[in-house]
């Protein structure tokens, strides 16, 4: 099992940046991918980015070049530093993480609002 505790967001002007940090707790060795979605309104869950334990990315192209995402595999926790933040970026965003083959179980945190304004 694996718990996820996400902290940052907040309420931040468009051009701005935020940090969103996600810690996890419980079996943190058997994590494989550890990443962020994020939710708008009315909308589909969608992956923002992804990071692999050896430290490959992968991003959305909606926030390439603005977005980037980090681990560090001892303490179990992710990163997500976002810059030049645009009113679409407003969303809630989730941690997630991956469990080992075969099972590929995966975890959420509770959420983080992310609200830039124009």
């Known amino acids: 099992q694996v718990q996820l505790v996400e902290s940052g967001g907040g309420l931040v002007q468009a051009g701005g940046s935020l940090s969103l940090s996600c810690a996890a707790s419980?079996?943190?060795?058997?994590?494989?991918?550890m990443g962020w979605y994020r939710q708008a309104p009315g909308k589909q869950r969608e992956l923002v980015a992804r990071?692999?334990?050896?430290?490959?990315?992968n991003y959305a192209d909606s926030v390439k070049g603005r977005f980037t995402t980090s681990r560090d595999n001892i303490k179990g926790t992710v990163y997500l530093r976002m810059n030049s933040l645009k009113p679409e970026d407003t969303a809630v965003y989730y941690c997630n993480a991956l469990g080992p083959s075969p099972a590929r179980r995966n975890y959420w945190g509770q959420g983080t609002q992310v609200t830039v304004s124009s």
């Open positions: 990071i692999t334990r050896g430290g490959n990315t």
């Open positions: 419980g079996s943190i060795a058997s994590i494989t991918d």
